[in-house]
């Protein structure tokens, strides 16, 4: 167990719907990542956010976005969803922004299924 | 696109010391290596990091070239459960991992 939680679990919706995803980091760490991975993508970064604020994009889409909350808590919202869109979705968590954070903790993921 | 270059699969018999390569002949001078797992559709996990000194750690030892152009995982004594799709990373600390294809290790009995 990383420490880093993920809700739902599992999520099934249709093409066009708008979806919530959301990640409490590990107690105490401050830098929270966003991950897509899809059969045909690998594991491909989306977002950082290092204490409320957005620190780094990847390759994520304009109809998605992401926030991390006062309580260090993040939600990546997917909206206007597509086929394309089911993946994997991972979060991480880290201490910091700089060389104190070595690790990423990954918590265990969010399965989309846009049908 | 990932900086790092690892053979697709790799096969190791239980027990025996798994040897995984990496190349990242275009790591800087400040960038470390990183090596994660990810074990069948869960979450990656990391393994261990290193810059220029050889690393160990409870999980697995790091070799790093003098001229830090490649790296060895070394799993001194696989099990079953170490069958993963093992990832090797350069870049800075605090900053977002650039997951390549890995290599694939099926450790078995």
């Known amino acids: 167990d990383s420490g880093v939680t993920q809700t739902p679990k599992h999520l099934i919706t249709a093409t066009g719907q708008r979806v919530t995803l959301r990640c409490s980091p590990r107690s105490g760490d401050l830098s929270v990542y966003w991950y897509q991975q899809s059969l045909d993508q690998g594991l491909q970064f989306l977002i950082q956010?290092?204490?409320?604020?957005?620190?780094a994009k990847g390759n994520i889409l304009e109809r998605f976005s992401a926030q991390q909350f006062p309580d260090l808590h993040s939600e990546l919202n997917l909206s206007s969803l597509e086929l394309g869109d089911s993946a994997l979705y991972f979060c991480?968590?880290?201490?910091?922004?700089?060389?104190?954070?070595?690790?990423?903790?990954f918590g265990p993921g969010t399965r989309l299924t846009v049908t | 696109d990932a900086k790092t270059t690892q053979p697709p699969s790799m096969d190791c018999a239980e027990g025996r010391a798994a040897n995984l390569p990496c190349n990242h002949s275009?790591?800087?001078?400040?960038?470390?290596v990183y090596w994660y797992r990810q074990i069948h559709s869960q979450g990656p996990q990391y393994i261990i990091h290193g810059l220029k000194n050889n690393e160990t750690n409870e999980m697995a030892s790091l070799i790093i070239t003098e001229d830090r152009k490649s790296s060895t995982l070394i799993l001194p004594h696989a099990t079953l459960r170490d069958t993963a799709v093992y990832y090797c990373?350069?870049?800075?600390?605090?900053?977002?991992?650039?997951f390549g294809g890995g290599t694939r290790l099926m450790v078995k009995p």
């Open positions: 956010y290092y204490n409320g604020e957005e620190r």
């Open positions: 990373i350069d870049g800075n600390a605090g900053n977002m991992l650039t």
């Open positions: 275009t790591i800087s001078g400040n960038e470390y």
């Open positions: 991480a968590s880290s201490v910091g922004s700089d060389y104190s954070s070595y690790e990423q903790y």
